[in-house]
């Protein structure tokens, strides 16, 4: 057990420690959500109108809906960014280098998967600061109820990000897989307005919203900042995370990869 710890020390410590090192990757992470935050927020509210907010919740600005979908896209923006660094430590070598120890394959994948995701709420947390000093307050206790839906929503979408690192072998082809499943994720979700105002414009793309496990990522978190649970949201985000990270695990799995280079 003492050896297990120290190897997951190991790993998350190494993910912390690429984390200071590049400073870009943290400020870009936060660019984006700040911009839709304060920029993009006025735009999608003029054009859409007030409607989009049910009459009976006056406490709820446009700009105060759309902060849970802005920390998912942190979650997701980092899932996958760690996820193409994996890919780049896989063409390097140390990647090899980690699987070949003697410690389960799936045990250091999954801390891979934990120091990755635990890196993603720092940013999430210095984004909701931000949002709160240009004025945009959550309840109290929400900054600290949203946390386990942080993380689990984390791992949900860093298992994607695994997953598509384990079928796809060449760095450059990664970055564009990464924006054709970013963005549809993002956009065909309720991050930016609600899923009865999607139904309503088009009910086969509110039936592909509700699909889109990113959109249950985002619900979760929402109710979760407001100190409530949907346990729809909360269902279908565990069952998520577990298909996915069983998926990647297969995709990593050595086994297969020895029968693919046979044939």
Aim: proline share 5%; net charge positive; glycine share 8%.
């Amino acid at each position: 057990m003492t050896a297990f710890l120290r190897v997951t020390q190991a790993i998350i410590g190494r993910e912390f420690l690429r984390f200071v090192h590049q400073r870009e990757r943290f400020i870009a992470a936060l660019v984006r959500p700040v911009v839709w935050l304060l920029i993009f927020a006025a735009g999608f509210r003029a054009a859409l109108g007030l409607s989009i907010i049910p009459p009976y919740q006056t406490n709820i600005t446009y700009e105060t809906y759309i902060v849970p979908g802005l920390c998912a896209m942190v979650l997701l923006f980092n899932g996958m960014q760690s996820s193409l660094s994996l890919v780049y430590d896989r063409e390097m070598g140390s990647m090899r280098l980690l699987l070949t120890s003697p410690f389960p394959r799936w045990w250091l994948l999954i801390c891979r998967l934990i120091g990755a995701t635990l890196i993603s709420i720092l940013q999430v947390y210095t984004f909701l600061a931000i949002a709160a000093a240009a004025g945009i307050v959550l309840p109290a206790w929400g900054y600290v109820a949203v946390l386990p839906s942080l993380f689990l929503s984390g791992l949900m979408l860093g298992a994607i990000g695994l997953l598509l690192s384990s079928l796809i072998k060449q760095l450059e082809n990664f970055a564009g897989v990464m924006n054709f499943v970013i963005f549809p994720m993002f956009f065909l979700s309720s991050a930016l307005y609600p899923l009865w105002h999607m139904t309503e414009s088009s009910p086969l793309l509110g039936y592909i919203c509700g699909l889109n496990p990113f959109t249950h990522a985002v619900e979760l978190i929402r109710f979760s900042l407001y100190l409530q649970v949907n346990w729809g949201a909360l269902l279908w985000v565990a069952g998520s995370t577990v298909v996915f990270c069983a998926l990647a695990l297969w995709g990593y799995d050595p086994a297969r990869g020895l029968m693919k280079r046979k044939t």
